[in-house]
Nanobody, 125 residues
Framework: QLQLVESGGGLVHPGGSLKLSCTVSGYGLENYDIAWFRQVPGKDREGISCLTWSGDSEKYADSMKGRFTGSRHNTENTAYLQMTGLTPEDTALYYC??????????????????WGQGTQVTVSS
C-alpha cells in the first residue's frame, strides 16, 4: 500500500525558510508524479508545485514561482519542497500527493490518488 508522510513543518518568522519532506513507502517514488498542496480552514486546497515521475517536467502556481522549489530523489523515495521568503499568508497545512505518471503534471487535487496527512506551517513573528 502506497503511503506518504510529510515532515519539516513548524513555526517560522516572516522572511524565513523551511524545507518540507515527503517520504514515500509501499511502492517506489519513480512510479508517480508528486505534487504539493496547501489548505487553510474554510478554503479550497491550493496547488503549489508538481514534478513528473521522471523529474523532466514541473509546474508551479504563479504566486509560488521564485519562492518555492520542488525536487525529488527517487532513489531515496523522498520529495522536497523548499520554501523561502515566507509570509503570514503562507500559513497553512501542507500536503504532498502522488498521482499517475504523466507527460506533464497538473495542479488539480482530483488528479492525485494518495495523500499524506499534512504538516503544519505557521509563519508568525
Amino acid at each position: 500500500q502506497l503511503q506518504l508522510v510529510e515532515s519539516g513543518g513548524g513555526l517560522v518568522h516572516p522572511g524565513g525558510s523551511l524545507k518540507l519532506s515527503c517520504t514515500v513507502s509501499g511502492y517506489g517514488l519513480e512510479n508517480y508524479d508528486i505534487a504539493w498542496f496547501r489548505q487553510v480552514p474554510g478554503k479550497d486546497r491550493e496547488g503549489i508545485s508538481c514534478l513528473t515521475w521522471s523529474g523532466d517536467s514541473e509546474k508551479y502556481a504563479d504566486s509560488m514561482k521564485g519562492r518555492f522549489t520542488g525536487s525529488r530523489h527517487n532513489t531515496e523515495n523522498t520529495a522536497y519542497l523548499q520554501m523561502t521568503g515566507l509570509t503570514p499568508e503562507d500559513t497553512a497545512l501542507y500536503y504532498c500527493a502522488a498521482g499517475p505518471p504523466l507527460f506533464r503534471c497538473v495542479l488539480t487535487p482530483a488528479d492525485y490518488h494518495t495523500w499524506g496527512q499534512g504538516t503544519q506551517v505557521t509563519v508568525s513573528s
